[in-house]
T-cell receptor
């Protein structure tokens, strides 16, 4: 069974530029999560989707971050404009349903903002 | 709010030594508890989990018991190998916000095993 796919793996941009990340969850998984992992910290949830609806985006900086999950499968996370403090690894995860189901993580996208 | 506290690293051990990484949590209700492992250059992988008090999760020689009375979920392994070198994250599932199932992570503990 294929795991969670993410691209790109690495991205370097200048501050105030925009960037987008892509995630393809495990086939059949209804719930998709985006986490931000700053160096030296644990991952922090940015947004959770159930199918193509948003369940929780309380920690998403909505003035610069946006995310969508069209057709309840793939998802994109965008940052516009980027700030230095956005440098982090962006992790996508998926699970069969919400509840206590195990979340399976992708390899992440390492973003560096200069 | 809900939170997880785990021991700071790095933890440096010799091969075949006993490992304990402490994890305590603060939570309302009855969260599920997890240990995830992150090998160098790779994504997070679930190592083990426990969904209710007194449950013991185990995998690859690692164990952790959900202790409600001490709000702890300490990770143990009897004999570590060099291949166990990684960052270990303790986490809980936070259902306090209703439908969300977000994971609350600790800061991670780097384990370095020397031959």
């Amino acid at each position: 069974e294929a795991g969670v796919a993410q691209s790109p793996r690495y991205k370097i941009i200048e501050k105030r530029q925009s960037v987008a990340f892509w995630c393809n969850p495990i086939s059949g998984h209804a719930t998709l999560y985006w986490y931000q992992q700053i160096l030296g910290q644990g991952p922090k949830l940015l947004i959770q989707f159930q199918n193509n609806g948003v369940v929780d985006d309380s920690q998403l900086p909505k003035d610069r971050f946006s995310a969508e999950r069209l057709k309840g499968v793939d998802s994109t996370l965008k940052i516009q404009p980027a700030k230095l403090e956005d440098s982090a690894v962006y992790l996508c995860a998926s699970s069969l349903e919400g509840g206590a189901d195990t979340q399976y993580f992708g390899p992440g996208t390492r973003l560096t903002v200069l | 709010g809900n939170s997880v506290t785990q021991m700071e690293g790095p933890v440096t051990l010799s091969e075949e030594a006993f490992l304990t990484i402490n994890c305590t949590y603060t939570a309302t209700g009855y969260p599920s508890l997890f240990w995830y492992v992150q090998y160098p250059g790779e994504g997070l992988q679930l190592l083990l989990k426990a969904t209710k008090a007194d449950d013991k999760g185990s995998n690859k020689g690692f164990e952790a018991t959900y202790r409600k009375e001490t709000t702890s979920f300490h990770l143990e392994k009897g004999s570590v190998q060099v291949s166990d070198s990684a960052v270990y994250f303790c986490a809980l599932s936070d259902r306090s916000g209703g439908a969300t199932n977000k994971l609350i992570f600790g800061t991670g503990t780097l384990l370095a095993v020397q031959p």
